[in-house]
Structure formats: C-alpha cells, structure tokens
C-alpha cells in the first residue's frame, strides 16, 4: 500500500538578464513639396465645377419653376397658380415646390390659397410590389375661401369638377400619385364679416393606395383618415376608406366624430334663415356614405349643449318662409332624394329657446328656458316611421313645460300631433303682449295653458285652454305714473276678471277652439307651429278679458 504523497517535481527557473533598453529614433522631417502649377489648376478647376454646378442647379430650378407654373395654369380654368420656387433632388427623385398660390381671377384677393411646401416623391415602398407611383405632402397649406369668391363659382357656368384640379396637380410630377398627406393644414371660410371666421386648424390628412393598388375587390379599397381643431375649441376626427377612381365621382364611407363645436361662430351662416345664436356647442357622431352607387347619413347622436337660439317671424320673413315651405314640400315628395339621412337621436340640453314675433306695432319675445328637448327617429321621407319629440323647461323664466310631439311624413303637407302643457308661468313675465293685445298689464299672477293640435290633412284640429290664478291687474306702485283713464280701465278689468273666477280654486279659465283648415297648403310643418304659438295661444289668453270689458262698456 502506497503511504507517500505524489508530488510534482518543482521546474527551475534560471534567471534571466534584462535586455538594454533601445535608443528611440528621432524621425526625419521631410520639407513639403511645394505645391506645382499642375495643383493650383486643379483647385481653381474643382472650385469652378462647382461655381458651375451651383450656377446650372440655380436657373435650372428657375427653368423648372417657370415650366411647371406654364403647364399648371394651362390646365385651369378661372384660377391662376403661381410658384416661388422649384427643386428637384436626384436623391430619392424628389420634387419641391415652395410659396405655391392659387387664386381666383375674379376674385384675387385674398388668394384661395397659400402652400409654403410640397414636396413629391416616388413611393418607394410600392417598387417592392412592381408598382411606380409617388407620394406627396402638403406642409401647412392654407386655404381661404369667402362670400364673393362662392358667388361668383356660383354664377360661374364651368362646374368646379370640370376647373382642372386634378389634371394641374397631375401635371407637376411624372408618376401617378398614390398617397397625399396633409400636415398642419388650416381652412378658413369668411362670409359676411372678417370677424370671427369659420376655421379649422392644425388640419391633418392622409389618404393612401389612391391608385387601388391592393385590396382592388373593396367597394372602397383607399384609406383616408383626417383630423382638425374646429373654430379654435372643437374637435373633429374622420376614418374611413374611398374610392378616388370611382366613375362619375370618388365615393367615401367614413365614421366621423365632433366634440365641443361652438355654434355661435355659424351665426352669420343661420341667420339668414331667421335664426340667430348665441353660446351652445355641439358634438356629434356618425356615419356617412356617399358615391355613385349609394349616398347616405346616418347619424347616432347630436347633442347640443348651453343653445341659446330665437326664431324671427316678422311680416318681412314671410315671403321667404313661404319660399321655404314651398322647399321643404318639394323635398318631402321627392321619393329619391340626393341624400337619405337619418339621425337616431337629436338633444338640446339647457337651452334657451325664443320666438320673436310682432304683435301690433311692436316686438314681442316669448321663450322656453333651461330645455330639453329629444327628438328621435328622424329620417328623409320618414322611411324609418314617426319621429317623436319630448320637451321640458320653463317659460319666461317661471313655471314649468311639458311636452310631447309625433311627426309623420308631411308629403301631403304638415302632419303631427301635438301635447302642451304650461304650468304655474307669470303672468306679469307676458305683459309685453298683454299691452299689445289688451292695453293693460298685470301686477302678478300665474297663469297655466293646455293644449292638445292635432294637424292632418291641410287641416288643424285642437284646442287650448288657459288658466288664471290670483291675477291683480291695478297696482298703484307699479301704475303709479299711468294716465287717470288707464288706471280706471285696468281696475275694470280686473274686476271682470274676479266676475270669470272659478271661486272654490281661484281661477279663470276658458277654452279657444283652434280648429280650421290651414290657410297655406305649402307652409312648413316649423310655420305652423310658430304661427300657433304667436296667435293662437296669445289670442286663448285674452278673450275672457276682452269679451268681458265689451260687455260691461256696452251696458254703458
């Protein structure tokens, strides 16, 4: 047995002496040769290459700035383009065309529109495909369009389609255009005064395989997708796909969404339909449709929050809301109208809503605050059935409104039901047409108003029946700087009114039929209502009184 540990013999090491450490050669310096004529020649010669390069580059892009704008305008109609500068790089085969402006020839100033930048290029990722196209992006294209100039492209009998928009644009790069981009984009429309524009800012969009490349079998095979600040504090967003090749016209299918659109700055637009706003946003979302083989909207919700709205009816408007009338018939009967709408669901939220109307030789102001109202159901021709209507507020600040509506297919004129009921109003809040009607007013009271309209066949049938309650007609604080006779008449008055109360509830009451054929065939089924509330309901409010003084004076 092996009892001795194994150990590795140790190496030696024999010591090694240092080598001398080695001198450093100092290099040699060699003089620089001084540099020859054959050098300098070649200096000046590159320097002039490029001078040369420059030069040719310079009236190059002059030459293609003056061709391009040449082939544009030649293809216009009524519009002039005018370009400041134009470059081509042959890195990537792009073209750049900067301080383009479009304006009308009728109307010059202010152009139609300003692009700093536009820049077009081959698509190169479609080359992959074996497809030569380009793409191009407008930066900060500015596009204004106003009252005179919609005028005269009104008046104009070249169709806008038919100006050579396409065939311009076509015409300043070589290859098809298949992707269009938009960054920071701004619309801008003026119609009567420069104050407050419709705008649209930092308007961004895309529309990409223009030229149906790929997913050829798609009814709309390009997508689009734009985006904007609409009238500085709204918001709205578009998605969708088109068709650009579509014959006669593209088509696009898009889902769209607005949000907190403020209403006041489409004022100089509504009223001239005799509506005037102030406050109210809106916001809203949808579908919409519209090509060669189908046009259609159809909308989830509108929803218009804060509305501030009154309606003028005026012996002057009348001519132009017969004219509307006659308009909406027309369109009512069409069976194929150019665009089918529907809209699932339309909301005022606390808003206030006025009707103008004179009365005698003044101006009278009636109007529903803090209402809601919500329509549903509402389609062209009424394909979808009856649209219905429900309404709660106050009126003139007191009491309480309630309210109900069906609205059928007014083809044959208007057709609806209508349920009203004011509750507990001031009577003082209508002396404004107490005056005008009665030439008296009130010190205090409330008054309540009933009413069921029923409007079939060219014809009204309903009734209305308001209430009085605790009515003082002469008050000798409030009357105080009234003629002797005044107050005399005002105190007669009053007194019939006691003589009509309902003593065990202290009300008066009476009830006017409102029933009869309607005296225009083509009035609106809006006309009618207005032409209800500013004579009908007035002339239910007083005939207790006025039947009562005639009476008692004819006793005299």
Known sequence: MLNRAYREPRERYEPVEPEPPRQQETPTTQPRAPLGRRGLLWIILAAAVVLLAVFIAHHFDEYLRRTLETKINQRLHGYTVSLGHAHVSPFGLSLTLRDAVIRQNA???PPVADIPRLKASVEWREILSGHLVADAVFDRPRVHIDLPQLQQEAKDPVKMKDRGWQQAFESIYPLKFNQIQVREGDLV???????????????NATASNIRNIHSRDRVYPSAIQTDGVVFDTGHAFVNG????????????????????????????????????????????????????????????????????LDYTHTTATAPAEKERGKEVVRVAKNPEPAMQVEIERLRVVDGTLGLITPAKDQRIRVYLGNANLDVTNVSSGFRRGPAKATLTSNFNGGGSVHGSATFRNPAQGPDFNLHVAVEGASLPSINDLLRAYGKFDVAKGTFSVYSEVTVHNGRIDGYVKPLFKDVQVYSPQQD?????????????????????????????????????????????????IVNLVSNAFVKAILPGFEREYNALRGKK
């Open 480 to 528: 105080k700087d009234k003629p002797v006779l005044k107050k005399l008449y005002e105190k007669i008055v009053g007194g019939v009114s006691h003589i009509l109360e309902n003593h065990p509830r202290e009300q008066v009451a009476t009830v006017a039929d409102i029933s009869g054929p309607i005296s225009q065939p083509h009035t609106s089924t809006w006309d009618v």
């Open 189 to 203: 429309y003026i119609d009567a005064g420069p104050q407050k524009p419709l705008h649209i800012s930092r308007w």
């Open 241 to 308: 796909n088109a068709d650009f090749l579509a014959e006669p016209y593209p088509g696009v299918h898009v889902l769209y969404r607005v949000e907190n659109v403020p209403l006041s700055r489409l004022r100089p637009i509504i009223q001239k339909a005799n509506i005037t706003v102030s406050g109210g946003a809106l916001s809203s979302r949808g579908e919409v449709e519209y090509g060669p083989r189908h046009r259609e909207a159809r909308i989830a919700d509108v929803t218009v929050r804060g509305l501030h």
């Open 107 to 109: 109307n010059p100033n």
